[in-house]
Each structure stands twice: as structure tokens, then as C-alpha cells.
DNA sequence: TATGAATGAGGCTTCATTCAT
DNA sequence: AATGAATGAAGCCTCATTCAT
């Protein structure tokens, strides 16, 4: 039970004042753990993932940890509003401008594949025990709820046929993410968007001519 | 160090009351920590789950647990390896004797989803903090790499239009997974079936009409 | 969560086979954890000890600990037991023979000042922030809800006059406290088991007298 | 490094709402604290209680404690010099004034068991886990040191028989502070004060006609 | 083989304490 | 002085895994 002071004078001498612990300030800090938590996520999954590995991806001490999150799911919920707030509005507008199934398609795989290269292989396989993973990470999740609502928001505008929404928001997250596993660089995604589209938007003429 | 299935029924078969040298037929145990393991998988998440999770769903003792299995990942493994073993051989006939790309599409998604449902919830998401996963074992990548091999085949013999194969089967996979992941019934299964082969059936032609 | 395997080789090529820790038996290792309790909580008291004090003062391993016992209570608890059964039926039997006053209380002293010796400075005062703890550990505790039993018998039996049993109880036991910290060897012993017997003895004819 | 009282109000007097320059007295924040640790030590033990347990009952913020005192122990004996400093004073002339024991007596059990009441709960045992501990604190040792030499005053002017003045000394404080643990009321203070005022007087009798 | 106790790494969380502001 | 975020030691406990029997 007793404390013993914590060694704030480390090796090196030039750690005082002005660039100490302080540089890093309140809402700094909380952002730091995001990112770390968001890379942490996306490399081995929320599941796999520990409170531990998310420090660890930081420069802050174990306890700093709780003055800002109780858990981890607490940062999974911060980590679910900032994308909600920052990455996702524009596809919505996107998809909600399409005037047909075409734009909306290669608006939603365009976007899609453009995130997997830019999180650079966050989705590809991890080499742990030879098994592929797939998480669902915060934004990923919920950006499959926005896309239902947007499906649905669609075929009641006449943009997509009245097939199975739930099903059809589902087969484009599963096209989506097996086809970026394999991504390689910008022309792929480019193909990637363009097959996923056609397909897709062939499979919606068929469904809808018989549904 | 790989896991064999033990071969003998030991030394002990009257131990159990009742039931005679029955009660350790060989293999009993393996098959009594893969139904444990099924089952936990299934209650908690894969994640979630602890060897001593499955253990304890056991009458066995801990130690018991490593004489067939190394972790918990190779657990998954068998679990996966059981099904596609059950399951292949007859999709790969079934496949090769199609006639047409409707027989070749229903054939495979609908060996598929009937796999994912007698796996009962093997696949599922758990509630949650427990998200979604799924590895490609080496059995569910020799299915892939045979689906691969099977479009070939197809195309070869004009069962289905001359398209990218490797992306075809690509997205028929992550198709079948996502669907795979919402089965609650035969009745879903019936559904998903034809709303998959139907979706891809019409992709199909809308790709082979540009490509 | 990869736990990496413990190393058990140790530096001592001398340790496998007959002396390793299979030397130590289940049941030995439970009277190891409460020794190893009974001397921490004697030394540091019930309440400041951690179960790791516990653990530390064992040669056993962290994880042991929770092999035999859930929590600290829980050995508390054990000890209390153990104490039950094994010291107190003599102190008992000698009170419970008394024929008169003088008897029981050199008795209930003598048997205090003696364990207080035994326990080699026990009761004494801690070093740690020059501040003098007296615990209750669990024989102690014990210890005096026997003493106001005994006390109730003894009134009933006629052996000690019809004063307030749970006062005089408390008396006792603060006397006996007290006078046990500055003891320095038998003959100390003998003087202050002397001296409370005396005080007390003289005390009860004056509170009988009144009372 | 010692605790002192702050001498000035501060620089920012006007800082709480309505009632200006009186709501930053000196030594307010100190009592503040000494207020929430006596609560907080009778609500859930001392042993159990933690230094933030008494910051969080204060509305001050952490470092400000350390402005005050140096640990919990320290508060604990503020708490108890508290007494001391008001107590002492008055029961030194009383007993100094004594003209027979029994005076000598019931003014040193019955100023200690009002101090204990009024420190409502400070020395009383806790639920269960946290059990009774007592300190002895700077002024409460002087406290015994000075009953010590009451005592001896007492005997060379006859109002106390010639006995073994440490061990009386001894006594008195055991008696005193066990006897302190249980009581619940001032009914319950006088006639604690009357039972060991007549236990001692008694005890003194017969230790004389002996010694 | 089966058993199950032992092991110790490591996850989670709270704590006492410091210190820049 | 007062503040309150940062720190990291250390408590608690569970886990995967080993190994003597």
C-alpha cells in the first residue's frame, strides 16, 4: 500500500520543464489515446484487443488511461461518435444525392475501398497463428447501420429497386470487405469499385424483376 | 505436437456406471471438447472464450484439453475443418455437373448456408463487445482456392460468362460469409440462397455484357 | 493474452524429478498459505495486509494462492477455524474447571501473557510510521467471544460474582492487551498475569458488593 | 514538511458566492479535511479508507491534501491530538485536585470516555473486514506518560495505595481504550466510568493489602 | 492417457503522490 | 495556496500451459 514516489527524473537530463508531461495537454492526450486505440483496433480487432495494448500504443502511463475512458468500450463508444462525426457524412451525402443505383453503388465501394488503402491494411489478414481475422471496428459498424438506412432511404426514392434491404446492405459489407482484402494500390480499387458495382447493379435488375 | 484423436478406449472402460466400455470409445474426447467448444463459442464469442471456458463446459480435466488441442485457435480450427470436410466433396460435384450458372451459383451458396446453419451459430456474432470474426482456416482456404478452381472449370465450359474469376469468387465468398453471419432458420437459409444466386446471376450477365 | 510458457529450468540443474514443486503436497500447501497468513496478519494486521503479502511470505506462486482460497476473508476465515480446534479447548477447560475467581482469571491471564510471548512480540508495536496498531486477528477475536461465554458460565456456576459479563469481558481483554505489550520474558510474564489477576479479582468484590 | 495551519485567507477571497471574505478563513480547507476523514474513517474503517476516499468527501482537489497533511496517518493523528489538546488540560488539574482514588479514577475513565464520544465513532470498530486497531500517537502517548506520573503523584500524596505504578498505568489505558470501543451513548459513558472506577478501586485495594 | 495443482505472466484498476499551471 | 492531470507501483485475479503422478 505504500507508494513509493514515481522516478520522474529518467535518464536524460533534458526532460525538464516545457517538453516534460506537461507539453501534452488534456484534450491532447485524449486524442492520443484514440489513435491508439483506433490503430490498436484495427490491427487486431476490438476483441483480441486490451486496454494494455492501447496504453502500450501510447507514450502516457497505465493510469492515465482511466482518467479519461472507464474501459475499453468506453473508447469504442468515443471512437464510434468521432467517425460518425468526421468520416461518414460525406458518403451519406453522396449516397443520398445519387440519382441511380449506379451512383450509389460506386459511391458506397468507391468510398469503401479508399478507406482500406488509406487505413493500409487495417482489414488485411494478421499473420498471428495463420488465421484471418475480421473485425468490425467502430466505424465499420456503424457505417453498415448508415448504409441500411441509406438503402432503404434509396429504393423509397426510387434510386433502388424494392428488393430485400437487409440482405442487400449485407451482401455489399461482405463484397465489400473481402474484395479490399486483396487491395494492392489505387488502380485495383479502382477495378474493385467498378466490378462491385456491375455486379451489384446486374444482381438488382434480376432481383427486382422477379421480387 | 499436432493434435491426433486418441485411438484406444485406455485402460479404464468400466469406469463410468452404466454404460460399460461405451463410455470411452475412442475419440470420445475430442468430440466431447469440440461440442463444449461449439458451444461456448457460440454463448460467448469466440473472443471472449478461454480454453478453460471450453474446459470447464467439460467433465475433463484441464490438462486433458491439450492431448488434442494445442489452443484455442486450433479448436476453431477443427471446428471449421469438420464442416468443410463434410461439406465439399459433394459442393465440388455438384458444382462440375452444373449445367448452367443458376445450378453453379445455388449449388455453392446453398451448401453454404446450410453448412453455417448446421454449425449452429459457429459464425454468428455474439452480443455486443464480442464482434465479428472470421478465419480462413487452411480447410476454408482449400475451399476458396477450389471455388477458384471450379469458376475455371466453369467458364471452360461456358456454365458461367468469361468474367475476372479471381474477383467472382472473391465476392461470392464474402457473400456467402456475411450472409452466412444472420441465419436463423432453413427458411433464411432458402432465402439467402436465392437472393444470393440471384444477385450474382444478374451481376454475372451485367459484367459479361461489358467485359 | 499469449501467455508465453513459465520457465520452469530455472538456473539449478538440481531441481527436477522428487523435490520440485510436486514436493509439496495439496494439503501442505494450504497449511503453507495459513501459516504464511497467520504470521502476516499478526505482524501487519488483518486489515493492512494484501493477499500478495500473503503470497510473498510463501514460496508459492501468485496463482496458487487462488487454488486454495478466493480472497483474503476467506483464509480469515479458515484460520478462525483452525484456531477454534486447536488452542482454545485447553484455555477453555481450565476456565470452565475453575472453582473460583482466582482460578479463572490467572487461567484466561496466564494462557494470554504466555501465547503473547510465544508469538514473539505479535501484539507489539510497528515500526511503520511510529504508530502502535493492535489488531484483532481471528484467534483473538474468537478468543474473546469465548472469554464472554466463559464469563456467563462462571456467573451461572457461582464462580464469579453477578457483575455486567460483557463489560468485564472488555475489561479483560483490554487489560490483557495492554500489559502484553511491554512484556520482556516468563518472569514478566508471571508478574503481570500476577498483577491482573489481583486487580481484577479485587475489582469483582467491589463490583459485586455494589451490584 | 509538517502540516501547517495556512495563516491567510489568500489572494482570492471573493471567490465563493455570498458570504465574500468569510468563506476563505484560515485553516478552513485543514478542517474541511479533518471533517471528512473523521466521517470517512467512521463510515468505513481506517484500514480500508484511503487517502482519496477523504478527498473525495472534501470538495478541494487532490493536491490540495498534500498541502496539509502527508499521508492518512497523519491525519489520524491530527484527529487524535485533537482530543488530546482539548481533554488533557482539564483532567490533569482534576486528578492533581483528587482527595481519594476514586476521584483519581472516575475523572481519568470519565474524561477519556467523553473524548471517545465525542470523537463519535473515531475509535470504534468497523463492520466485519475492517476490524479494531488503536494508535498511539504522539499525544496520546504523552497522554500515558503524563497518567503515569499523575499516578505517581498520587501515590507520594497518599491518595493511591503503593503499587506497581507502570503496570497501574498499564492498566488504566487498556482498560480505558477497550472500554471506549463499544460505547454508544452517554448513559452508556457513565456507567462504563462507574464499572472500571470500582474495578480499579477494588483491584487497588487488594494489590495494597498484598504489595 | 488423464488428471488437476502449480506456475507466473499479464490483464485490469486504484492508489498515493508529484508538479506545471 | 489550489488545482487536477499524470504517473507508475502495486493490488487483485484469471489465464494458458506444464508436468508429476
Chains 1, 2, 3, 4 share one sequence.
Not at 482511466?66 to 451519406?92: C, I, M, T
Not at 486483396?182 to 479502382?190: K, Q, R, S, T, V
Amino acid at each position: 500500500m505504500e507508494a513509493k514516489p514515481p522516478d520522474h527524473s529518467g535518464t536524460d537530463g533534458a526532460r525538464r520543464r516545457g517538453n516534460g508531461r506537461r507539453a501534452r495537454t488534456k484534450t491532447q492526450n485524449r486524442d492520443i489515446i484514440l489513435a491508439a486505440a483506433r490503430q490498436v483496433f484495427a490491427e487486431m480487432g476490438f476483441a483480441a484487443a486490451t486496454v494494455r495494448d492501447v496504453i502500450r500504443a501510447t507514450p502516457l502511463a497505465a493510469g492515465t488511461f482511466y482518467n479519461y475512458f472507464k474501459s475499453k468500450e468506453e473508447v469504442y463508444q468515443a471512437l464510434r461518435d468521432e467517425v460518425a462525426l468526421a468520416v461518414r457524412p460525406g458518403l451519406r451525402a453522396r449516397r443520398r444525392a445519387a440519382g441511380n443505383a449506379g451512383e450509389f453503388l460506386s459511391a458506397t465501394f468507391g468510398s469503401f475501398f479508399a478507406a482500406a488503402l488509406d487505413h493500409g491494411g487495417s482489414f488485411a489478414p494478421r499473420p498471428a497463428a495463420a488465421l484471418r481475422f475480421r473485425m468490425d471496428t467502430p466505424e465499420v459498424l456503424a457505417g453498415i447501420a448508415e448504409l441500411k438506412e441509406d438503402i432503404e432511404d434509396a429504393m423509397a426514392r426510387g434510386v433502388l429497386p424494392p428488393v430485400d434491404g437487409g440482405r442487400l446492405a449485407t451482401a455489399i459489407t461482405g463484397l465489400g470487405f473481402e474484395l479490399s482484402q486483396d487491395l494492392n494500390g489505387p488502380a485495383e480499387a479502382a477495378a474493385s469499385t467498378d466490378f462491385a458495382t456491375r455486379l451489384v447493379l446486374g444482381g438488382l435488375g434480376a432481383l427486382a424483376s422477379k421480387a
